[in-house]
Nanobody, 123 residues
Framework: QVQLVESGGGLVQAGGSLRLSCAAS????????TGWFRQAPRKERDVVAA????????YYADSVKGRFTISRDNAKNTVYLQMNSLKPEDTAVYYC????????????????WGQGTQVTVSS
């Protein structure tokens, strides 16, 4: 099975940018659809973006369209989430997750999860 480790979170001012990385070990990440999810305090964990195994198909939540970009480098076994024009409402713990098959949005569809990385956007 695949193990996932997120990095790149931190504190940034509104309007700023961050790039999150999800590094895989154990198995090739190219075998999986990979998604980014986030969970703010007292809220459910929701999908932010997802990308298919080869990177030709992506999904974005409406709240991040035009600001976030998901990409993958299978040679580096890593998936990225470039976050631009950040807003205070983007503050959350961001998780990377992987699944076999097609892109999906429910958290229950993803079998493998990282430990999360905190993103805090100050106003």
């Amino acid at each position: 099975q695949v193990q996932l480790v997120e990095s790149g979170g931190g504190l940034v001012q509104a309007g700023g940018s961050l790039r999150l990385s999800c590094a895989a070990s154990g198995r090739a990440l190219s075998s999986y659809v990979t998604g980014w999810f986030r969970q703010a305090p007292r809220k459910e964990r929701d999908v932010v973006a997802a990308i298919n195994w080869i990177g030709h198909s992506t999904y974005y939540a409406d709240s991040v369209k035009g600001r976030f970009t998901i990409s993958r480098d299978n040679a580096k076994n890593t998936v990225y989430l470039q976050m631009n024009s950040l807003k205070p409402e983007d503050t959350a713990v961001y998780y990377c997750a992987a699944r076999y098959g097609a892109i999906a949005t429910p958290t229950t569809e993803y079998a493998y999860w990282g430990q999360g990385t905190q993103v805090t956007v100050s106003s």
